[in-house]
C-alpha cells in the first residue's frame, strides 16, 4: 500500500519561499510509469495541479505558476520536494502530494494546511 505525507511550516510570510516535502513509503519514486505531482485547493475553490516529477526525474509544471515553482527529488529517502517563490496571501491553501497512474491519480497525502501572512 502507498502511502505519501505532506510535511513543511504551516504558516510562510509573503515574499518567502514555501517549501513542502512528500515522503512516500510501499513504493519507489522511480518506478516506471508513475509521476508525482502536487496539487492544491486554496479555500473556497477548486483543485489546481500545480507540477510533478516524473519517475526519470522530468518535471512538468502548471504554466501559471512556472516561474515560482520548482520540484525536486531526493531518491535516497523517497522524497520530493515542492518550493514556491514569492508568496502572498492567495497561495493560501490545502497542499496535497499525490502519485500519477496517468490519467488518474490514485494516492493522495492528506494534505497540509499552508497559511501565506505576515
Known amino acids: 500500500q502507498v502511502q505519501l505525507q505532506e510535511s513543511g511550516p504551516g504558516l510562510v510570510k509573503p515574499s518567502q519561499t514555501l517549501s513542502l516535502t512528500c515522503t512516500v513509503s510501499g513504493g519507489s519514486i522511480t518506478t516506471s510509469y508513475y509521476y508525482w505531482s502536487w496539487i492544491r485547493q486554496p479555500p473556497g475553490k477548486g483543485l489546481e495541479w500545480m507540477g510533478a516529477?516524473?519517475?526519470?526525474?522530468?518535471?512538468y509544471y502548471s504554466p501559471s505558476l512556472k516561474s515560482r515553482t520548482s520540484i525536486s527529488r531526493d531518491t535516497s529517502k523517497n522524497q520530493f520536494t515542492l518550493q514556491l517563490s514569492s508568496v502572498t496571501p492567495e497561495d493560501t491553501a490545502v497542499y496535497y502530494c499525490?502519485?500519477?497512474?496517468?490519467?488518474?491519480?490514485?494516492?493522495w497525502g492528506q494534505g497540509t494546511q499552508v497559511t501565506v501572512s505576515s
Open positions: 499525490a502519485r500519477c497512474n496517468p490519467p488518474r491519480s490514485d494516492y
Open positions: 516529477i516524473a519517475y526519470s526525474g522530468s518535471t
